[in-house]
């Protein structure tokens, strides 16, 4: 595969990953697992700027500004179901109320910007509630869907390696950036899925019971959220890197139209 546009000055795409709050030895911390950062310094070739979850705090007009590109994120804790109108969430349930008050206004106004937006798992999921859809959130209990949850007890390796097929749609945006082929493996480690798509949104993979696993927003320079995790299967897997590939393209493409308007 070729390398990412990076423009005649040759930096790099900036691309925003966003955070989520976690405790480390008993104090909250912003963090962005490094396998995003990786993916989208080295599998997207970019610049990558961790995004912190200050909600009302970040001044997104300034950041959108600032970057080329946005990575949301994955992540063990769940959108508030508040904020979609569904039932209230079950005791133990894991909220992180600073990154939805983060990432939900930061994806409405990348999307009204026309900033490219890769969305992966959570990241996914707030993508469709940021434009009105609905989530499940106990899809393995939802009558004839899989399991797709992550089984912590297997090692770190075999828990985001390859776990179900997906089929691809057929003359859609995943299919172009796959070489037209119309399955591929993805890993699969969420308990969480969509429900009702948001209305302009469209389907690009789904699983063998339905659950949606990929979608795009068309008439956008470059919007797709995917369930599944290719941050963690691009070294291994050509089909993951070619989306992190494009995703790269797009951000390199935006960085070379913004700084021409600098």
């Excluded at 480390?24 to 912190?52: D, Q």
């Excluded at 075999?158 to 399955?183: D, K």
């Excluded at 291994?236 to 960085?255: K, M, P, S, Y």
Aim: glycine residues 12%; charged residues 20%; aromatic residues 4%.
């Amino acid at each position: 595969m070729s390398a990412p546009i990076v423009g005649r000055t040759g930096r790099r795409p900036v691309i925003a990953v966003t955070a989520c709050i976690k405790p480390v030895e008993g104090s909250p911390f912003h963090a962005a697992g490094m396998k995003y950062v990786e993916a989208a310094a080295e599998g997207a070739g970019g610049m990558p700027l961790i995004v912190p979850a200050l909600g009302e705090g970040i001044d997104i007009d300034q950041l959108l500004g600032m970057v080329d590109g946005i990575l949301v994120t994955g992540s063990t804790s769940n959108v508030d179901p508040a904020l979609y109108g569904g039932p209230a969430p079950r005791p133990g349930n894991k909220g992180d109320a600073a990154r939805d008050a983060t990432t939900l206004p930061l994806i409405r106004a990348a999307l009204d910007r026309d900033l490219p937006l890769l969305a992966i798992c959570r990241g996914h999921q707030e993508l469709n509630v940021a434009l009105g859809g609905t989530l499940h959130q106990h899809v393995h209990e939802v009558p004839g869907m899989m399991d797709h949850r992550d089984d912590g007890t297997r090692p770190w390796e075999e828990r985001f390696g390859h776990a179900h097929p997906v089929t691809v749609a057929t003359g859609g945006m995943l299919q172009r950036i796959l070489g037209g082929r119309t399955t591929m493996l993805v890993n699969s480690l969420h308990h969480q899925a969509i429900d009702r798509l948001a209305p302009s949104l469209v389907i690009e993979a789904t699983a063998a019971d339905g659950v949606v696993e990929a979608m795009t927003l068309p008439g956008r320079r470059f919007v797709l959220g995917v369930q599944w995790h290719p941050e963690a299967l691009w070294r291994v897997d050509g089909n993951h890197a070619a989306i992190l590939q494009a995703f790269g393209e797009a951000a390199a493409e935006r960085a070379v139209s913004r700084r021409a308007a600098a």
